[in-house]
């Protein structure tokens, strides 16, 4: 059983930059991130396998960043340019040998 543990999530102004990080306690082969906003289904924000090989959705090209310490198990987005539409519980996730693993979640709030 693998478990994600994330950080990094707080209050940030418009315009303002955030790091999350999620870290596994075990080797995983596709690490990313997922957000859910109140009233929303969960989204995919990006993801990235042990290869480097990354996929973005389309909301967050040119701002986030999804990037991995494969010798840490650990995960890290870096969100440039955080708009208020980008508040949402952020959640680590882990695909690896067919199974699907979820952090607790890391509040994001983008607000004035």
């Known amino acids: 059983q693998v478990q994600l543990v994330e950080s990094g999530g707080g209050l940030v102004q418009p315009g303002g930059s955030l790091r999350l990080s999620c870290a596994a306690t075990g080797s995983i082969y596709v690490m990313g991130w997922y957000r859910q906003a109140p009233g929303k289904q969960r989204e995919l924000v990006a993801v990235?396998?042990?290869?480097?090989?990354?996929n973005y959705a389309p909301f967050v090209k040119g701002r986030f960043t999804i990037s991995r310490d494969n010798a840490k198990n650990t995960v890290y987005l870096q969100m440039n340019s955080l708009k208020p539409e980008d508040t949402a519980v952020y959640y680590c996730?882990?695909?690896?040998?067919?199974?699907?693993?979820w952090g607790q979640g890391t509040q994001v709030t983008v607000s004035s």
């Open positions: 990235i396998t042990s290869g480097g090989s990354t």
């Open positions: 996730n882990g695909k690896t040998g067919g199974l699907n693993y």
